[in-house]
């Protein structure tokens, strides 16, 4: 799947960020080992790309978020398994989407015949 969202994030142009100011972490869902989708407040979705596989994150049922002073930064914070391996899953890219764009990474991987 990994490669399908690298290629979504390029075909799509989504905009890439390096860090997000004002940081209240919401929700979230998984995407797989690599990739997750945050909120920030409200319904402000992001795509989170991480460095490298984050060991059970695609089975996980709660994720912590590591940021500092109200920022989530790329390169920088990490995300991290409670009840999985303690290993830091370090954020590499953050990337906003629009409704549409999360909703259409939601869909990859999943059958075609499967409704919501």
Request: some cysteine; proline content about 3%.
């Amino acid at each position: 799947k990994t490669q399908f969202y690298e290629q979504f994030i390029v075909e799509q142009e989504l905009e890439s960020v390096n860090k997000l100011s004002s940081f209240r972490f919401d929700r979230w869902n998984s995407l797989g080992q690599q990739h997750l989708i945050l909120y920030r407040r409200f319904n402000e979705p992001y795509l989170i790309t991480l460095t490298g596989s984050c060991y059970d994150l695609e089975h996980a049922s709660a994720i912590g978020v590591n940021y500092h002073q109200n920022t989530l930064m790329a390169k920088f914070d990490s995300i991290s398994i409670p009840n999985g391996m303690p290993i830091k899953c370090h954020i590499k890219t953050i990337h906003k989407l629009t409704k549409a764009q999360k909703k259409a990474l939601q869909a990859i991987g999943r059958p075609r015949d499967s409704t919501e």
